[in-house]
């Protein structure tokens, strides 16, 4: 059975839409794209370390035309252009013959039946990146294994979010956590069963 770890940039208010460059998703007037760019520094690379093990790229189509537009045209020695235009890229999407990228599968269809059975198989660790919309499916159909966040001290008040309404109830523990000196937090996170509650309710009998 394959993992499925799903990893973003967000805001402290949960925001994830585009992370790296102002142009790149505008969508609904968002007018702050890189934003995680001043923030980023060398101390947040180890936590990149997903991307040493074999994996395969699990994205929506609208990030997946993002990247395609951009990491087959990056230089031959950059480390993580090289390594997406090798893996497999399974897509959600009701456009599978305009899949020009190398390597790139279309899941079409009941999208996450696809996915649960693409988890059934063998193969490699499953790895979102940024996609909301297939995000917030497989949240809402408790196929996520593993979160992998890195929260920006920054709040953008609009955008494309993390979680939405949908999100199916459960309870994660949190793996590992560093904090960079530009105060981004990055922790991991592992599902960890249903949701479980309590009271600080005073005891009524004493």
Request: aromatic residues 10%; contains cysteine; hydrophobic residues 45%.
């Amino acid at each position: 059975m394959r993992k499925l770890v799903a990893a973003a940039f967000v805001s402290l208010d949960g925001v994830m839409q585009a992370p790296g460059a102002p142009d790149e998703d505008a969508a609904q007037g968002f007018a702050f794209g890189g934003w995680t760019v001043p923030h980023w520094d060398e101390a947040l690379t180890p936590f990149m370390d997903v991307f040493s093990q074999p994996f395969d790229l699990l994205l929506g189509r609208r990030t997946y035309d993002i990247f395609a537009a951009h990491w087959p045209r990056t230089p031959d020695d950059d480390p993580i252009g090289a390594l997406f235009n090798r893996v497999t890229k399974y897509v959600a999407t009701s456009s599978p013959d305009t899949l020009a990228w190398a390597n790139s599968r279309a899941i079409a269809g009941d999208i996450p039946a696809g996915i649960a059975a693409l988890k059934q198989g063998d193969g490699p660790v499953l790895l979102t990146q940024g996609s909301a919309v297939l995000l917030h499916a497989l949240l809402a159909h408790d196929l996520v294994d593993e979160l992998r966040l890195m929260v920006f001290p920054v709040l953008l008040g609009c955008g494309k979010r993390w979680f939405d309404d949908t999100s199916r109830a459960g309870a994660f523990a949190l793996e590992t956590s560093a904090t960079s000196a530009t105060g981004v937090v990055s922790s991991v996170y592992r599902r960890d069963g249903p949701v479980t509650t309590g009271s600080f309710a005073l005891d009524p009998s004493r």
